[in-house]
Protein backbone atom coordinates (compact mmCIF):
# COMPACT_ATOMS: atom_id res chain seq x y z
CA UNK A 1 0.00 0.00 0.00
CA UNK A 2 1.19 3.53 -0.55
CA UNK A 3 1.96 5.95 1.34
CA UNK A 4 1.93 9.22 1.97
CA UNK A 5 3.67 12.00 4.04
CA UNK A 6 1.24 14.21 5.94
CA UNK A 7 1.67 17.92 4.99
CA UNK A 8 0.77 20.75 7.11
CA UNK A 9 -3.17 21.23 7.48
CA UNK A 10 -3.87 18.22 5.33
CA UNK A 11 -5.88 15.71 6.54
CA UNK A 12 -4.57 12.19 7.89
CA UNK A 13 -7.08 10.15 10.10
CA UNK A 14 -11.02 9.67 10.36
CA UNK A 15 -11.59 8.79 14.05
CA UNK A 16 -14.44 7.19 15.29
CA UNK A 17 -16.67 8.14 18.30
CA UNK A 18 -18.67 5.18 19.03
CA UNK A 19 -21.56 4.61 21.73
CA UNK A 20 -21.22 0.32 20.46
CA UNK A 21 -17.62 0.04 20.46
CA UNK A 22 -17.80 -3.84 19.73
CA UNK A 23 -20.13 -3.54 17.10
CA UNK A 24 -18.80 -1.01 15.22
CA UNK A 25 -14.86 -2.40 15.48
CA UNK A 26 -16.82 -6.01 14.07
CA UNK A 27 -18.91 -4.15 10.94
CA UNK A 28 -15.41 -1.90 9.78
CA UNK A 29 -13.45 -5.17 10.16
CA UNK A 30 -15.99 -6.81 7.74
CA UNK A 31 -16.85 -4.14 5.89
CA UNK A 32 -13.63 -2.98 4.95
CA UNK A 33 -10.99 -5.00 5.70
CA UNK A 34 -9.76 -2.93 9.34
CA UNK A 35 -7.52 -4.71 11.36
CA UNK A 36 -7.68 -3.16 15.51
CA UNK A 37 -4.93 -3.25 18.22
CA UNK A 38 -5.15 -1.53 21.66
CA UNK A 39 -3.74 1.55 21.43
CA UNK A 40 -4.22 2.53 25.36
CA UNK A 41 -6.26 5.79 26.62
CA UNK A 42 -9.40 4.57 25.52
CA UNK A 43 -8.60 4.17 21.64
CA UNK A 44 -8.54 1.00 19.20
CA UNK A 45 -6.26 1.88 16.01
CA UNK A 46 -7.72 0.70 13.06
CA UNK A 47 -5.07 -0.20 10.41
CA UNK A 48 -5.15 -1.68 6.47
CA UNK A 49 -1.94 -3.09 5.75
CA UNK A 50 -0.50 -2.05 8.67
CA UNK A 51 -0.79 1.76 7.81
CA UNK A 52 -3.09 4.13 10.23
CA UNK A 53 -6.56 4.58 9.22
CA UNK A 54 -8.53 5.52 11.83
CA UNK A 55 -8.54 5.69 15.93
CA UNK A 56 -11.99 4.04 17.75
CA UNK A 57 -12.87 6.27 20.91
CA UNK A 58 -15.10 3.42 23.11
CA UNK A 59 -17.86 5.16 25.12
CA UNK A 60 -17.73 8.73 23.80
CA UNK A 61 -21.38 9.21 23.99
CA UNK A 62 -21.75 10.07 20.27
CA UNK A 63 -22.10 8.29 17.10
CA UNK A 64 -19.92 10.59 14.91
CA UNK A 65 -16.87 10.91 12.60
CA UNK A 66 -14.33 13.17 13.67
CA UNK A 67 -11.44 14.29 10.59
CA UNK A 68 -8.10 14.98 12.33
CA UNK A 69 -5.48 17.05 10.38
CA UNK A 70 -2.08 17.27 10.80
CA UNK A 71 -0.07 20.45 12.57
CA UNK A 72 2.73 21.00 13.05
CA UNK A 73 2.75 23.16 16.27
CA UNK A 74 -0.96 22.14 18.07
CA UNK A 75 -0.66 24.09 21.11
CA UNK A 76 -0.28 27.56 18.37
CA UNK A 77 -3.13 26.09 16.42
CA UNK A 78 -5.37 25.21 19.18
CA UNK A 79 -5.03 28.78 20.31
CA UNK A 80 -5.70 29.95 16.82
CA UNK A 81 -8.72 27.88 17.01
CA UNK A 82 -10.21 29.78 20.23
CA UNK A 83 -9.28 32.93 19.21
CA UNK A 84 -11.48 32.18 15.72
CA UNK A 85 -14.51 31.32 17.99
CA UNK A 86 -13.86 27.48 17.89
CA UNK A 87 -14.51 25.85 21.43
CA UNK A 88 -11.45 23.72 22.45
CA UNK A 89 -12.45 20.37 23.72
CA UNK A 90 -9.28 18.17 24.25
CA UNK A 91 -6.56 21.15 24.94
CA UNK A 92 -3.18 19.76 23.61
CA UNK A 93 -2.41 16.39 25.17
CA UNK A 94 0.72 13.94 24.53
CA UNK A 95 -0.45 10.46 23.83
CA UNK A 96 1.56 7.23 25.20
CA UNK A 97 2.72 6.49 21.21
CA UNK A 98 4.41 10.52 21.40
CA UNK A 99 1.75 12.48 19.10
CA UNK A 100 0.28 15.15 20.08
CA UNK A 101 -3.17 16.07 20.04
CA UNK A 102 -6.17 18.66 20.95
CA UNK A 103 -9.74 18.42 19.54
CA UNK A 104 -11.75 21.76 19.24
CA UNK A 105 -15.26 21.77 18.03
CA UNK A 106 -15.48 24.67 15.23
CA UNK A 107 -17.76 27.68 15.44
CA UNK A 108 -20.58 25.71 13.83
CA UNK A 109 -20.58 22.28 15.50
CA UNK A 110 -18.39 19.93 13.99
CA UNK A 111 -15.32 18.60 15.51
CA UNK A 112 -11.88 18.67 14.43
CA UNK A 113 -8.72 16.73 15.50
CA UNK A 114 -5.31 18.62 15.57
CA UNK A 115 -2.38 15.99 15.47
CA UNK A 116 0.84 16.01 15.03
CA UNK A 117 2.47 12.20 14.88
CA UNK A 118 6.32 11.04 14.94
CA UNK A 119 8.24 9.96 12.22
CA UNK A 120 6.62 6.93 10.73
CA UNK A 121 3.22 7.78 12.35
CA UNK A 122 3.36 10.59 10.17
CA UNK A 123 2.44 8.75 6.93
CA UNK A 124 -1.18 8.19 5.65
CA UNK A 125 -3.13 5.77 3.27
CA UNK A 126 -5.68 7.19 1.10
CA UNK A 127 -7.54 6.54 -2.10
CA UNK A 128 -7.70 2.99 -2.39
CA UNK A 129 -10.25 0.40 -1.37
CA UNK A 130 -10.65 0.27 2.88
CA UNK A 131 -8.63 3.52 3.40
CA UNK A 132 -10.42 7.09 2.85
CA UNK A 133 -11.23 9.16 -0.64
CA UNK A 134 -12.98 12.10 -0.03
CA UNK A 135 -13.70 14.77 3.79
CA UNK A 136 -16.06 16.78 3.44
CA UNK A 137 -17.74 19.56 5.85
CA UNK A 138 -21.80 19.46 5.79
CA UNK A 139 -22.29 23.16 7.60
CA UNK A 140 -25.47 24.36 9.13
CA UNK A 141 -24.14 27.81 8.92
CA UNK A 142 -22.77 29.33 5.25
CA UNK A 143 -20.10 27.90 3.23
CA UNK A 144 -18.52 31.25 3.25
CA UNK A 145 -17.93 31.32 6.79
CA UNK A 146 -16.67 28.01 7.23
CA UNK A 147 -14.41 28.09 4.63
CA UNK A 148 -13.15 31.55 5.92
CA UNK A 149 -12.65 29.73 9.34
CA UNK A 150 -10.16 27.06 8.19
CA UNK A 151 -8.90 29.32 5.89
CA UNK A 152 -7.65 31.12 8.37
CA UNK A 153 -6.85 28.36 11.07
CA UNK A 154 -5.26 25.80 8.98
CA UNK A 155 -4.03 28.52 6.05
CA UNK A 156 -6.16 25.94 3.29
CA UNK A 157 -6.89 27.99 -0.10
CA UNK A 158 -10.46 27.58 -0.91
CA UNK A 159 -12.35 27.65 -4.53
CA UNK A 160 -15.58 27.89 -4.83
CA UNK A 161 -16.85 24.78 -6.82
CA UNK A 162 -20.62 25.72 -7.17
CA UNK A 163 -22.96 28.69 -6.20
CA UNK A 164 -26.22 29.06 -4.85
CA UNK A 165 -28.65 31.33 -4.21
CA UNK A 166 -27.66 33.80 -1.77
CA UNK A 167 -23.84 32.61 -1.41
CA UNK A 168 -21.61 29.67 -1.67
CA UNK A 169 -23.10 26.41 -2.24
CA UNK A 170 -19.88 24.33 -2.23
CA UNK A 171 -16.06 24.94 -1.94
CA UNK A 172 -13.27 23.07 -2.31
CA UNK A 173 -9.57 22.60 -0.26
CA UNK A 174 -6.94 23.14 -2.37
CA UNK A 175 -3.22 21.90 -2.32
CA UNK A 176 -0.45 22.13 -4.79
CA UNK A 177 -3.63 22.46 -7.49
CA UNK A 178 -5.44 19.07 -5.95
CA UNK A 179 -8.57 19.20 -3.94
CA UNK A 180 -8.53 17.17 -1.21
CA UNK A 181 -11.81 17.88 0.90
CA UNK A 182 -15.05 19.84 -0.02
CA UNK A 183 -17.46 22.38 2.28
CA UNK A 184 -21.07 21.53 1.23
CA UNK A 185 -23.70 24.15 2.54
CA UNK A 186 -26.54 23.40 4.75
CA UNK A 187 -27.36 21.18 7.21
CA UNK A 188 -28.14 17.66 5.92
CA UNK A 189 -30.12 16.30 9.50
CA UNK A 190 -30.41 16.52 13.15
CA UNK A 191 -29.47 15.24 16.50
CA UNK A 192 -25.99 14.45 14.88
CA UNK A 193 -27.53 12.44 12.19
CA UNK A 194 -26.95 13.31 8.33
CA UNK A 195 -29.17 10.76 6.88
CA UNK A 196 -31.95 12.27 8.67
CA UNK A 197 -33.62 14.84 6.56
CA UNK A 198 -35.15 17.17 9.03
CA UNK A 199 -33.10 20.25 10.55
CA UNK A 200 -29.68 21.47 10.76
CA UNK A 201 -26.53 19.72 11.40
CA UNK A 202 -22.89 20.64 10.71
CA UNK A 203 -19.97 18.06 10.69
CA UNK A 204 -17.16 16.02 8.63
CA UNK A 205 -18.19 12.91 6.94
CA UNK A 206 -15.61 10.44 5.76
CA UNK A 207 -15.79 8.98 1.79
CA UNK A 208 -14.31 5.52 2.76
CA UNK A 209 -13.51 3.74 -0.52
CA UNK A 210 -15.06 0.52 -1.35
CA UNK A 211 -13.67 -1.69 -4.43
CA UNK A 212 -17.48 -3.00 -5.46
CA UNK A 213 -20.42 -0.28 -4.15
CA UNK A 214 -23.35 -3.06 -4.95
CA UNK A 215 -21.25 -5.80 -2.61
CA UNK A 216 -20.32 -3.10 -0.11
CA UNK A 217 -24.14 -2.10 0.60
CA UNK A 218 -25.14 -5.50 0.15
CA UNK A 219 -22.36 -6.20 3.17
CA UNK A 220 -23.97 -3.28 4.97
CA UNK A 221 -27.00 -4.88 6.23
CA UNK A 222 -26.09 -8.19 6.13
CA UNK A 223 -23.29 -6.60 9.49
CA UNK A 224 -26.95 -4.68 10.79
CA UNK A 225 -25.95 -1.45 9.47
CA UNK A 226 -28.36 0.49 7.18
CA UNK A 227 -28.43 1.74 3.69
CA UNK A 228 -29.63 5.54 3.97
CA UNK A 229 -28.99 6.49 0.50
CA UNK A 230 -28.29 3.70 -2.31
CA UNK A 231 -26.04 3.55 -4.51
CA UNK A 232 -25.65 6.20 -7.50
CA UNK A 233 -23.96 7.23 -9.93
CA UNK A 234 -22.07 10.72 -9.74
CA UNK A 235 -19.11 12.38 -11.28
CA UNK A 236 -17.11 11.32 -8.87
CA UNK A 237 -17.81 7.65 -8.89
CA UNK A 238 -20.39 5.25 -7.61
CA UNK A 239 -21.60 6.74 -4.06
CA UNK A 240 -23.87 5.39 -1.35
CA UNK A 241 -24.61 6.64 2.18
CA UNK A 242 -24.44 4.15 5.10
CA UNK A 243 -25.36 4.31 8.83
CA UNK A 244 -23.29 1.58 10.96
CA UNK A 245 -24.94 -0.41 13.24
CA UNK A 246 -23.99 2.18 16.23
CA UNK A 247 -25.65 4.97 14.22
CA UNK A 248 -22.63 6.60 12.64
CA UNK A 249 -23.08 7.53 8.68
CA UNK A 250 -20.55 7.82 6.56
CA UNK A 251 -20.60 7.21 2.53
CA UNK A 252 -18.92 4.76 0.76
CA UNK A 253 -17.18 5.47 -2.74
CA UNK A 254 -16.52 2.91 -5.65
CA UNK A 255 -12.67 3.28 -6.29
CA UNK A 256 -10.36 1.47 -8.11
CA UNK A 257 -7.28 -0.67 -6.72
CA UNK A 258 -4.09 1.87 -6.84
CA UNK A 259 -1.81 0.75 -9.89
CA UNK A 260 1.42 -0.84 -9.10
CA UNK A 261 3.51 1.88 -10.13
CA UNK A 262 3.24 5.43 -11.64
CA UNK A 263 1.64 6.72 -7.70
CA UNK A 264 2.83 9.95 -6.70
CA UNK A 265 3.81 10.43 -3.75
CA UNK A 266 2.36 14.60 -3.65
CA UNK A 267 -1.25 13.01 -4.71
CA UNK A 268 -3.11 11.20 -1.67
CA UNK A 269 -6.07 11.14 -4.01
CA UNK A 270 -4.41 8.74 -6.73
CA UNK A 271 -7.13 6.88 -8.65
CA UNK A 272 -9.82 9.00 -7.20
CA UNK A 273 -11.50 11.26 -10.55
CA UNK A 274 -11.62 14.73 -8.51
CA UNK A 275 -11.70 16.53 -11.75
CA UNK A 276 -15.08 17.87 -11.56
CA UNK A 277 -13.88 19.84 -8.09
CA UNK A 278 -10.88 21.57 -9.80
Request: proline share 7%; charged share 20%; aromatic share 8%.
Given at each position: MPAFLAGDGMPVRVDLLTTAARRSERFYRDLLGWSF?????????????????????????????????????????????RELGAEVALEPTELADGSVMAVVADPFGALVGLLRQPGERAFFAAGEPGAPVWFELVT??????????????????????????????YAVAMADGAAFAGIAADGLGAEGDPADGAGRWSGWLAYLGVADIDAAVARTGELGGQV???????????????????????????????????????????????????
Amino acid sequence: MPAFLAGDGMPVRVDLLTTAARRSERFYRDLLGWSFADAGEGRRMATLQGMPISALFADAGMDRWRVCFHVEDVPAVAGRARELGAEVALEPTELADGSVMAVVADPFGALVGLLRQPGERAFFAAGEPGAPVWFELVTGAGVDEAAEFYHELLGWEISVAHRADGGVGYAVAMADGAAFAGIAADGLGAEGDPADGAGRWSGWLAYLGVADIDAAVARTGELGGQVAVPPQATEFGPLATIVDPAGATTVLCEVPPPPEEDIRESDPLEGFDISPFE
